[in-house]
């Protein structure tokens, strides 16, 4: 007879030798099974498990997985083949969502993503730029603007015009150049 282990999820481990107890023999655990020979070396990720009594091999997946619905990883501690709601393939992060066989890329998700960020950002510009164009028309306004402040004036509002417009700019959002702002140099 052959002795093997069983852990908590049912996995044989072994064969195992138990001690003889003086006066008493053998002592068989609770958590162990005997077999009338010994198992073979089980396939490349797969365990032997006990099932009905009988020994059979079934594929073994414990370890970290990633919820199909989230990406979400998780300790799973069962032996046997996975449901639907898991997969051993890792989430490559945001965007991605589980296609039944593989994460795949969610172009659009994306780009929406970006876009907001885009505008987002071409808002915080628009807000810089009007800080630097209202003393500059105060400026005009009142007849007192020089003609360095008359031309950053104007490069400050075409900036503003070109980051208003960047939405029909080529590649946007997700590949496009930025306007350059009107030089250090310039008040």
């Avoid at 997985?65 to 799973?76: H, I």
């Avoid at 400050?156 to 939405?167: A, G």
Wanted: aromatic share 6%.
């Amino acid at each position: 007879m052959t002795n093997y282990l069983i852990d908590n999820a049912g996995v044989l481990t072994g064969p195992i030798e138990f001690p003889v107890v003086p006066g008493l023999g053998v002592e068989i655990p609770s958590n162990a099974v005997r077999l009338t020979r010994p198992l073979g070396p089980a396939k490349p990720g797969h365990v032997w498990v006990m099932v009905d009594g009988l020994p059979e091999e079934r594929v073994d997946h414990r370890g970290i997985l990633y919820r199909t619905d989230t990406g979400k990883s998780l300790l799973w501690r069962e032996v046997g083949e996975l449901p639907d709601t898991v997969t051993i393939k890792a989430w490559p992060g945001p965007h991605h969502h589980w296609t039944g066989e593989d994460w795949k890329l969610d172009q659009s998700d994306l780009a929406e993503k970006k876009r907001s960020e885009v505008l987002r950002e071409r808002d915080a510009l628009m807000q810089h730029a009007q800080l630097r164009i209202a003393p500059l028309q105060y400026a005009e306004q009142l007849q007192l603007i020089t003609p360095d402040e008359q031309t950053a004036l104007m490069g400050w509002m075409r900036y503003c015009v070109e980051l208003n417009r960047i939405e029909q700019s080529t590649g946007f959002p997700i590949s496009m150049e930025w306007p350059v702002p009107p030089t250090a140099g310039t008040p």
